[in-house]
Structure formats: C-alpha cells, structure tokens
C-alpha cells in the first residue's frame, strides 16, 4: 500500500517538489528567525560569557545584564574583597545607552573601565589599544566598518565626545555591542559617584562559587550575587524571552501556510486518483490502510519539505554571517527538533480533510467508466 | 442452499431515494449460481445491471434481500469484515481496466495480495504463473499506459485471480476493446471457469459472449425476466463488421440521419475519426 502511494507521489514529481518547497520555505523562515533570535542573544551575552569571572554581584533585586541598571556603593566592593575564599574583585560601571558615530546611532552597552583594568576589558583587538585613558573610547570594529571610521576619529556617548583609540573584535550584534570608556569618564555621564554596576567577583581556587556567592548575600546587604553559569543562564533567557513571542508567532504563521500548502498538495493528490483509490477499495483495501496511505503522502511531502530547510539551513545561513557580519545568526539543533515536531504535526493535520474524504469514497465509482 | 451452489441471491433489492422520487433499481432478484458455471446477465441500459453486481461484490448494501457467497450472507457483515470478503473471495474485472497507473504489470497484479496471508511475497509464483498463462512475461515491468486495451484487459483479469477467488464479477469486460481483443478476454474467462473452478458472473451488451455462458439471465427494470428471442436486433457494427443486438447497445452515433450501434468504445471512436469511411453509402 505505501509502495503504491510512494509511487503515485512519484508520478507527480513537479506537484510533488513544488509543494515540498513551498512547505520548506515556510520552515527556513522559521528556523531562520530562531537563528536571528538564538544569534543575537548569544552575542548580547558574549560580554558575560568572556569576562568570566566566578561570581557576579549586583544590587538586589536585578539578575542579569542586558537592559538591566544596577547601582552598587563602593564600600560594598571592599566589604566583599575582605571575605574569605575571594580572590580578586573588578568593579565597572555600566550603562545602557547610544553610541553616536557620525550620523548614525548604535545601541551599546558603556562599559567604564578602571585604569590598567584588563580584567573587565576587551578580550580580542582588531586594531589599536585594548584600554583606555580619559577621552578614549573602544568600540567594536564592525560597527567601525558600518560607519566607515577608523582609530582617530570621533563618537559621541550623550553629549560627551571621545577619540576612537581601539577595536574590537566580537563584541557587536544587531541588538546590542559593547563600547568601553574610562570609569572616569562614565561616572561624568552618569553624574554619579561612589558607586559601582557590577563587580567581577574572582574566587580562590577550590572554593564553591554557590556556597561564596551566598555568604556574600549574606554578609553584604542589599545586593544580589550569582555564580557565573547561573547569572549568564539569566540574562541568555532574558534576552531569547524578548524574541520568543515573535518565534513563536512566527512559527505558528508558518506551520499554519505549510499545513495548507501540504493539505492542498494531499487534497489535489486524492482529487487526481480518486478512482484509483475507489478501485482499491473495491478490492479490498481497508477504508484505513487507504486514509494510512494518504497520511503517508502527506508525511513524505513534509518530511522532504523538511530536509530541504535543513540542508539550506545548514548550507545558506553559515553563509549570511560570512556576508552580512553585522547580522549574528546561530542554527541550533534544537531549532530542527522543534521543526520536526512541528513538520509531523503538519503532515497530520494537512492529511486530515483529504483522508476524510477518502473514507466517504464510494467504491461502486469503480464501475464507472 | 445445496453444496453446489456458490451464491444466492434471495429477493434481493435495491431502492434509491424515497416517496415519488423512488428508484426501484433492483427489484426482488433471485437466483443461484453453481461453482464453476459463468452466467450472463444481459439487459437494456438502466436495466440495474451494475447495481445487482455491486450488491453482489459487497460494494453496496441491498434495501432489502440476502446474498450468501460460499454460505456466508454478505449482507449481515459489517463495514470492517466485507474488504476481505472483496479481496478474498472475490474478482473484479472492470469495463475501464481499473489498473493503477503508478505500479508495473506484476505490481497491480499483486496489488489485492496483500491482503490475503503471507502477503505479496507468498503470492508471487502465483502471478508469474498468471503472467505467464495470460503472455504478459515481456510486459511484466511495464506501466499501464504502454500497454494495449487486451494488455490491460488480461492484466486486470490476472489481478482478480491472484488471491484465488470463487466468483468473479466481470462487468463488461470487453466493451473496450475490439473485436479481436475481446474474443481473447472472453476464451481467457472461459478458460478460468474451467481451469481455476472459479464461477464467472459477466454483465454486458456483447452477444458474442452469450457462446461461452452457461446461462443467460435477463434483468430489464430491476428484475429478472425470461428473454424472447424476438427481443434481438441484429446490426452490423460498421468498423468492425461483427454482429450487434441493437435493442441492447449502448453505444451509438448519429451520421447523415442514419443511426449506427457499436459493439465497443474502441469502434465507435474510430467511427467517430472518420464516419465517411466506414458508414453506409
């Protein structure tokens, strides 16, 4: 029975293709804004992710970095310094706001820098230095390269000018990039004193990172502190939920145009050998191995509309982030096992009126000629 | 109901619609047929011919009446057991071939294969047997459409043997072909009733077949009744010249005022390519 129905799919080769494209389509679109969303929220997190220290502590009541202010006093920064089991503490003042290059506007995370603070600084350079002095800035070299400037020229952050004295590597995306200045400096912009955002707690080695990080709440008040893995949990979550409502929308508008593309395939394949299908019945064919096979047509268009996204997904998207560098995209496994599940799910519900209509298929219709 | 009888019908109908709108197409038929006998059931269009043979192949349920194939009453089984009763028990073979396009010769042939036990693989010394019986051996990889009206016509008949069935239902089998084709299906029935001891229920116009029945049976307004002789009226078929009852022909053409019967669709569009060729002067 599947061999007649792979067969008959077969003689429809261009039908059959046609609609596998047009139910891949509507999957490439998904799994290319789950790239988009995944991509972007990856590179927002990429600051957390190469700082790395053991423990990040921030006022209480906030637990991750992007699009998040936090407000620390710098006694609470020297408290901690003096527990046992902590290393090293860096702390930066950050700020969420617009870099002004030129004409043109970037969202950055300002990061202020004490001096000789490698630390908390950029981790790879393009070109110039990695720290700067008063008046200097670091900015990421793609966003250099979009607004066609280079190390001497100047950017704006609020009213305040600063000379470009390094860039960056990996340290841009779409959503966010990571601008560093003096700690001086950002304090001006900030019109504050005395305080910090962050501190980049490092511990002794051997020593627990939960058991410190909870001591610390406990003997420093009012703020809050997070093992490393647990803090960029946080803020990966926090920033994929902002794009999670569009996937989501996103994927629902897309299975539903590939349900209808594969049950409109499924419909005309039943329409085409209807009298095909009532001279199996005829001979015998249970009314369910008949609506079996039409469900398995419907499978095999979805599952092939399927793996041509994969393979595009595999082959194409790779190639976006290589031309297009201000885009981050990142094709998770993930993305395709949500797919699959999704594409089954469309097999089924596509085949549905088809199959329906196959079981009330009247098998005296054989006779006729 | 005695052993040797393979069906029975017994007051058997069939109504459509209701009130003023009632359709008596089958109206209390009975009669048995006997294992290995091939019967012809005969009658003007309309006559309830491919309704008493639907209700037969269990292919639609009678208003009213029984029909027992090997003791088995069809008409008390439900919707899930009579496939098997279809594929097992019974051979169909249609005016219009009914292969399937997507599948070569031996593939339709092994199509109602599997259903039975042991499936396809099982049945398939059978239809090489029956290729081979029916000459089909160099068309056994080849795709309906390649093949001609008799190919397709010794393809179906070798589709309705494979699971062995008791009674084959053959509804017009050769109004599709020409004259020669169909005097090759209807020795090759012939043969199987007497070879395969399988009983042949045929519905059709061609008087030819009437040489290889057992018995005629006479259906006219849904019921049966005894054929007077008188009832022929034979015409030459202009394209192949071979014999046709025109009382009981259903395929004609008009052509400068004169009307001509046919004996098969195959005629009759070859007298439609050409009428000046082939009609009287």
């Known amino acids: 029975m599947f061999r007649w129905a792979w067969k008959s799919l077969l003689t429809q080769k261009t039908g059959v293709f046609g609609s596998a494209a047009g139910v891949a389509s509507a999957f490439i679109l998904v799994i290319f804004f789950d790239a988009v969303f995944r991509g972007e929220s990856t590179q927002i997190i990429t600051y957390i992710e190469h700082t790395r220290p053991n423990i990040w502590v921030m006022q209480r009541g906030v637990s991750n970095m992007h699009m998040a202010s936090s407000f620390l006093w710098d006694w609470k920064a020297d408290k901690i310094a003096t527990l046992p089991g902590v290393k090293q503490v860096t702390p930066i003042l950050y700020l969420n706001s617009v870099v002004n290059i030129g004409d043109q506007k970037a969202l950055s995370y300002v990061v202020g820098l004490e001096p000789g603070s490698a630390r908390a600084g950029p981790w790879e350079m393009e070109a110039g230095r990695s720290l700067p002095k008063p008046g200097e800035a670091i900015i990421p070299a793609v966003m250099a390269t979009l607004a066609d400037i280079g190390i001497g020229d100047t950017v704006s952050i609020t009213d305040k000018s600063f000379k470009v004295v390094g860039l960056s590597k990996d340290t841009y995306s779409m959503a966010n990039s990571i601008t560093f200045v003096t700690f001086k400096d950002l304090e001006d912009i900030l019109s504050s004193t005395g305080t910090y955002s962050y501190l980049l707690v490092d511990t002794d080695e051997g020593v627990d990172a939960n058991e410190l990080s909870t001591r610390i709440m406990n003997d420093v008040e009012k703020i809050n502190a997070m093992p490393h893995e647990e803090f960029i949990k946080s803020d990966y979550r926090m920033s994929m939920q902002m794009g999670l409502e569009i996937i989501f929308l996103m994927t629902v508008i897309c299975s539903a145009l590939a349900t209808l593309i594969v049950g409109f395939t499924a419909y005309s394949q039943v329409m085409n050998k209807r009298r095909e299908l009532a001279i199996a019945k005829a001979l015998g064919m249970r009314n369910m191995s008949i609506v079996n096979s039409v469900i398995f047509q419907s499978v095999a268009i979805t599952s092939l509309g399927f793996l041509m996204a994969v393979i595009f997904a595999l082959t194409i998207i790779p190639r976006i982030s290589t031309l297009v560098p201000q885009v981050s995209l990142l094709v998770s496994p993930s993305a395709f096992i949500q797919i699959g599940l999704v594409a089954l799910v469309v097999a089924i519900v596509g085949s549905l009126i088809p199959a329906y209509y196959v079981s009330r298929l009247d098998p005296t219709s054989a006779f006729h000629v | ?281």
């Open chain 2, 1 to 281: 109901m005695s052993d040797s009888q393979l069906l029975t019908t017994t007051h058997l109908s069939k109504f459509f619609g209701s009130g003023h709108t009632e359709v008596r197409a089958v109206n209390d038929v009975s009669f048995d047929i006997a294992h290995s006998e091939i019967v012809l059931i005969m009658g003007p269009s309309g006559s309830g011919k491919t309704t008493l043979l639907s209700m037969i192949g269990g292919l639609l349920r009678p208003t009213s009446g029984i029909v027992k194939i090997d003791g088995t009453d069809i008409t008390t089984l439900g919707e899930s057991q009579l496939p098997a009763i279809r594929a097992l028990k019974i051979g169909f073979i249609f005016q219009a071939f009914n292969l399937l396009d997507a599948l070569t010769v031996e593939e339709n042939i092994l199509f109602p294969a599997q259903l039975r036990k042991g499936g396809i693989n099982q049945a398939r010394p059978r239809a090489k047997a029956l290729i081979e019986k029916l000459g089909l051996t160099h068309r056994s990889k080849a795709l309906p459409k390649t093949l001609s009206g008799g190919e397709k016509q010794r393809v179906a008949i070798a589709r309705a043997l494979i699971n062995q069935p008791q009674l084959i239902l053959a509804d017009e089998p050769t109004g599709n072909l020409d004259s020669e084709s169909g005097q090759e299906v209807l020795m090759i029935l012939h043969d199987i009733a007497r070879d395969e001891g399988c009983s042949v229920i045929l519905v059709t116009h061609d008087p030819r077949v009437e040489d290889i029945a057992d018995r005629i049976l006479w259906l006219e307004d849904g019921a049966l009744r005894d054929r007077k002789s008188e009832q022929h009226a034979w015409v030459r078929d202009p394209v192949c010249g071979m014999r046709v009852d025109e009382w009981t022909a259903t395929l004609f053409n008009e052509y400068q005022g004169k009307r001509y019967a046919f004996c098969s669709k195959r005629c009759q569009e070859r007298f439609a390519e050409n009428p000046a060729n082939y009609a009287e002067m």
